[in-house]
Nanobody
Framework: QVQLVESGGGSVEAGGSLRLSCAAS????????MGWFRQAPGKEREGVAA????????YYSDSAKGRFALSQDNAKNTLYLNINTLKPEDSAMYYC??????????????????????WGQGTQVTVSS
């Protein structure tokens, strides 16, 4: 089991930036695939970004392209989601997910929740206009 702990959420004004962190423990970080998802009240969970932590590939949803960027620190077993130019519609609970034994995936599969085994508890992002 991989333990995932998200942090970095908060309340910000539109146009601001945040860096969300996902600290992983329990298994070797550098061979995972990991994803960031978000869910706003009354809406379905949406995959916004995903990555193979060996650096081979990354994926972004259409809503994330250009403003969201993934980065990682293998020494800290931590995946980051940098979000720029925040919009009120980015307000949601953001979740990190991991799959230690990751199969080859398409972008659609990588941004879907079914492939991931382990999930964090989430960090709230609230953007005011």
């Amino acid at each position: 089991q991989v333990q995932l702990v998200e942090s970095g959420g908060g309340s910000v004004e539109a146009g601001g930036s945040l860096r969300l962190s996902c600290a992983a423990s329990g298994e070797r970080f550098s061979t995972f695939c990991m994803g960031w998802f978000r869910q706003a009240p009354g809406k379905e969970r949406e995959g916004v970004a995903a990555i193979y932590t060996d650096g081979s590939n990354s994926y972004y949803s259409d809503s994330a392209k250009g403003r969201f960027a993934l980065s990682q620190d293998n020494a800290k077993n931590t995946l980051y989601l940098n979000i720029n130019t925040l919009k009120p519609e980015d307000s949601a609970m953001y979740y990190c997910a991991a799959e230690p034994r990751c199969p080859p995936m398409t972008a659609i599969q990588a941004l879907g929740s079914k492939v991931y085994r382990d999930w964090g508890q989430g960090t709230q992002v609230t953007v005011s206009s």
